[in-house]
Antibody, heavy 133, light 111 residues
Framework: EVQLVQSGGGLVQPGGSLRLSCAVS????????MSWVRQSSGKGLEWLSV????????DYADSVRGRFVISRDNFKNILYLQMNRLQPDDTAVYYC??????????????????????????WGQGATVIVSS | IVMTQSPLSLPVTPGAAASISCRAS???????????LDWYVQKPGQSPQLLIY???RRASGVPDRFSGSGSDTDFALNISRVEADDVGLYYC?????????FGGGTKLEIK
């Protein structure tokens, strides 16, 4: 069974930093692209970032580019999101997710990359980040 | 790419059919004619769940009451017989290019 267990949320002051973690099990982690998505209270979903299986390719939404950094440790099977210069607008629930997950009936390991990271079939439980003074 | 969903709210009688529309501001076609359009549902208090990917393919474990249709810029999620457990927020998402983008969501509720 594929599992994504998140940690690292909390309360942080404006201008501060926070790092989210997403521990992954049940898949060949180095073969899987990974994404981060957030949801502000009462609002819809916003895609934030994606990273390739090797970690060599990343991409970001304009709203977080230059402030957030996605990374991964393929030995520990952990995905990270380092969030810097946080603002109240960044207050949200943050989710990690696996594009092209094994839950897709025609899943082929490593077939979904960072250019078109479709089919996010497995999600973490979410981590709440509150940016407030 | 801007994704526009309708309706915003969808009250449905149990056993009735329901349909949600999603329109993309650009074509979602790529490669061998695949449309890079996913559908997700977020049930109250839960993380989003994948229902449909590549426009019309059902994710594992998704009942065949759910179907996706459409191509290019116009898509629909159809639910043939709505059940009480289907209550939640439904989102379309384009994966044709980054930055990925979601529709604003449709709230399905039971009458």
């Amino acid at each position: 069974e594929v599992q994504l267990v998140q940690s690292g949320g909390g309360l942080v002051q404006p201008g501060g930093s926070l790092r989210l973690s997403c521990a992954v099990s049940g898949i060949t982690f180095p073969s899987s692209a990974m994404s981060w998505v957030r949801q502000s209270s009462g609002k819809g979903l916003e895609w934030l970032s994606v990273i390739s299986g090797s970690g060599g390719t990343t991409d970001y939404a304009d709203s977080v580019r230059g402030r957030f950094v996605i990374s991964r440790d393929n030995f520990k099977n952990i995905l990270y999101l380092q969030m810097n210069r946080l603002q109240p607008d960044d207050t949200a629930v943050y989710y990690c997710a696996v594009p092209g997950a094994p839950t897709l009936p025609d899943y082929v390991e490593g077939s979904v990359g960072v250019r078109r990271p479709y089919g996010m079939g497995v999600w973490g439980q979410g981590a709440t980040v509150i940016v407030s003074s | 790419i801007v994704m526009t969903q309708s309706p915003l709210s969808l009250p449905v009688t149990p056993g009735a059919a329901a349909s949600i529309s999603c329109r993309a501001s650009q074509s979602l076609l790529y490669g061998s004619g695949q449309s890079y359009l996913d559908w997700y549902v977020q049930k109250p208090g839960q993380s989003p769940q994948l229902l449909i990917y590549l426009g019309s393919r059902r994710a594992s474990g998704v009942p065949d009451r759910f179907s996706g249709s459409g191509s290019d810029t116009d898509f629909a999620l159809n639910i043939s017989r709505v059940e009480a457990d289907d209550v939640g927020l439904y989102y379309c998402m384009q994966a044709r290019q980054t930055p990925l983008s979601f529709g604003g969501g449709t709230k399905l509720e039971i009458k």
